[in-house]
């Protein structure tokens, strides 16, 4: 699990992927991530498309094995 994991965190488009890592795995706010110019609400749409929509296609084949 912890490799397929990995992999789909890996296969993230380079943006989602940075987002996810920075504020899940780092633990940055969404203040912290991303340029300024970048709204708070955009930053958190990447966090939320990246972490839920494509890791949740990448480990589907997983799905009933851990309790949300």
Known sequence: MKRRLAQAIDGLPDGYRTVFVMHDVEGYTHDEI???S????????RNYRGRRAKLRDALADFAGEWVS
């Open 34 to 36: 991303g340029p300024p």
């Open 38 to 45: 970048a709204s708070k609400r955009e930053r958190r749409r």
